[in-house]
């Protein structure tokens, strides 16, 4: 594959290029007009009758009536009924006559759980709490609203960003970059998120390049550093320098990336017809996963230990935010607990 990299003035280039990555024009995100289906109100201060089934409805909790019992994996589980304050509340009675067991609604449940204690909350408030932080709240602020000690808003965040990580782990095995268009901007740069972590080195991006861009026929966009330039087959490079500025920000001085972008143009030619070359023309730059190292820096908080897996979660967790970014994610959450309550069973 013959490949020339072009720069804008040399040739004319087409009135505007857009930023186009991955086939997708950039849009900024309106949080202050979206709007989502549920609110606080519907899950707090309702019977739990309402909240269970608003919380299937949602997705949140899987519907049990007429599943496999989990304790005796032969009979099915019956409908939802309250079998009162000392028969353990609202539950699913197994239908084996040697089982009888109940099951509670939210038993087996990837972030809420069940049981008795000093530290343990029913059901309502741990969707309650579920609920502050789909939203964004901080921890500290979960504690003020709903008035619940720390350990049990702790426990859900913690639970709520492992199954994030357990679902994004199982969609990016069906990530497959320039499958659904032509050439399509690529990003790749990288971040510090603990102390001790250096630039990255051409043997930690070799792996990397080679396992998802390999053959993809992709353009990639990176900063200068030197380890992207490894030559890999199939994808074409192109990269920005960023002069650094020092800038001061809330009294510090801090080293910043420019804005900064480039039009330029690629003439491909594809196997088998050799003559006949296309040209492309890109606009070079990282601006958006620059801006998504911010987003990312807020959502892992202060308090960072290098290399443990709590951290590796909290990033795979900022990337399911990422990707639902301007969705109800509340809606979105119970999307993926659905996908994970089917991967129970299988
Ligand atoms: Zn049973």
Not at 1 to 25: E, F, I, N, Q
Not at 118 to 143: E, P, Y
Not at 148 to 168: G, M, P, T
Request: proline share 4%; with cysteine; net charge positive.
């Amino acid at each position: 594959m013959k490949m020339k990299r072009g720069d804008a003035p040399k040739t004319r280039a087409p009135k505007s290029v857009p930023y186009v990555r991955h086939g997708a024009l950039t849009r900024k995100s309106r949080r202050d007009r979206e709007q989502w289906a549920r609110c606080l109100k519907d899950i707090v201060n309702r019977p739990l009758r309402t909240i269970i089934n608003l919380l299937k409805k949602d997705g949140v909790l899987p519907e049990r009536h007429g599943v496999a019992c989990p304790h005796c994996q032969r009979s099915t589980l019956g409908p939802l009924k309250d079998f009162g304050a000392k028969g353990g509340g609202w539950a699913h009675m197994c239908k084996g006559r040697d089982c009888k067991r109940r099951v509670l609604p939210h038993a087996f449940h990837p972030i809420f759980r069940v049981g008795t204690g000093k530290s343990h909350a029913g059901l309502g408030d741990q969707a309650a709490i579920l609920f502050c932080a789909v939203s964004g709240c901080t921890q500290t602020t979960v504690r003020y609203l709903l008035k619940k000690n720390h350990k049990l808003a702790e426990s859900i965040y913690k639970s709520l960003y492992d199954a994030r990580a357990k679902y994004v782990r199982q969609e990016e095995k069906n990530i497959r970059f320039g499958e659904d268009v032509e050439w399509p901007g690529v990003e790749a740069d990288e971040v510090d998120v603990a102390k001790g972590e250096g630039p990255i080195r051409k043997r930690d991006w070799a792996p990397l390049a080679k396992k998802w861009l390999k053959q993809r026929k992709v353009i990639l966009h990176t900063d200068g550093a030197r380890s992207y330039k490894l030559r890999v087959d199939g994808v074409v490079h192109d990269w920005v320098v960023h002069m650094k500025k020092r800038v001061k920000v809330n009294g510090k001085y801090a080293w910043v990336k420019p804005a900064f972008t480039k039009v330029r143009y690629h003439d491909i030619a594809d196997n088998g017809c050799s003559n006949k070359k296309k040209r492309i023309w890109v606009k070079c730059g990282t601006q958006i996963i620059d801006r998504v190292w911010g987003g990312l820096r807020r959502h892992l908080g202060p308090n960072r230990k290098v290399n443990s897996r709590a951290l590796a979660n909290k990033v795979r967790s900022f990337q399911w935010c990422y990707w639902n970014k301007g969705e109800d994610l509340w809606a979105q959450t119970g999307n993926m607990l659905t996908a994970l309550f089917q991967q129970q069973h299988e």
